[in-house]
């Protein structure tokens, strides 16, 4: 892997549009031109607030410009093409992932104006826009919609052991791994093992220990006829895993193969 490319999405100071465009590069080899498509919603979202002057009216403003609009508002989807992926052609078209529309947004939002972080708040990926020092909107990047503080305590009680309001904004790292999750699973879906591998890749670069990740790239390269280099991983992931359903299954398959008599390619 590039580790120019590492270097620059391994920060948490790195623009999170900048640094997806530069995976995007990596992962298609194609530079993305979407930046002239956020410039122009910038503009004309500070057109439409230029008469509006309480914090947290215009906040509101922007989130209906943005959604209503600028037709930003989705529906849930239990898959994504992979082409959702890729900013370019998601933002013109309108069919971008949650997770990728959230850094879209909150590019668009810093440009206005905003401050804005990503917040993970089970079980996806929200933005937090900071109308002053007493008022904050947490919005789904799907829909639009707003959490009201019951809603973010209910939230919040499923994986705190303490009741707690309080979310720590998602630093590049994380925001990056769901993204490439994501990018990676619509890849595998689509059959496009090669272009998946990359992104794993770089997964496991980010997170060497995970062995999930070794899973999948054993997944992959055994679909390349890379059996070798998979057969370790699946070992890998059987080891540190033993009691995980998957891990049982491909124990057995592995028991039952031998390198000597696999034909390699």
């Not at 919603?41 to 509006?52: I, W």
């Amino acid at each position: 892997m590039n580790d120019l490319l590492l270097l620059e999405i391994n920060t948490e100071r790195e623009d999170l549009l900048r640094a997806v465009m530069l995976i995007e590069e990596f992962i298609f080899e194609q530079k993305s031109g979407v930046l002239p498509l956020i410039d122009d919603m910038v503009d004309y979202c500070e057109q439409e607030l230029a008469d509006v002057e309480e914090p947290l009216a215009k906040a509101e403003h922007l989130i209906n410009v943005l959604f209503l609009e600028l037709l930003f508002i989705d529906t849930k989807r239990d898959i994504w093409p992979v082409s959702a992926f890729q900013s370019e052609f998601g933002v013109a078209n309108r069919e971008v992932h949650p997770v990728l529309k959230a850094i879209v947004l909150k590019s668009i939002c810093e440009q206005v104006g905003f401050e804005v972080d990503l917040v993970f708040v089970p079980e996806k990926v929200m933005l937090r826009l900071v109308c002053d020092q007493q008022y904050a909107i947490i919005f789904d990047p799907m829909t639009g919609e707003s959490l009201n503080w019951e809603e973010l305590d209910n939230r919040l009680d499923e994986i705190a052991e303490e009741p707690s309001t309080y979310l720590d904004a998602m630093d590049t790292n994380a925001v990056v791994v769901e993204y490439l999750t994501g990018l990676k699973n619509a890849l595998i879906h689509e059959k496009q093992y090669t272009l998946a591998l990359k992104c794993v890749d770089v997964l496991i670069t980010l997170k060497p220990e995970d062995p999930f990740e070794r899973r999948d790239r054993g997944f992959l390269l055994h679909q390349l006829d890379c059996f070798k280099v998979a057969y370790d991983d699946y070992q890998y992931f059987v080891n540190q895993c033993p009691q995980d359903p998957a891990a049982q299954i491909l124990k057995i398959q592995l028991e039952n193969i031998t390198i000597s008599n696999t034909i390699l390619h």
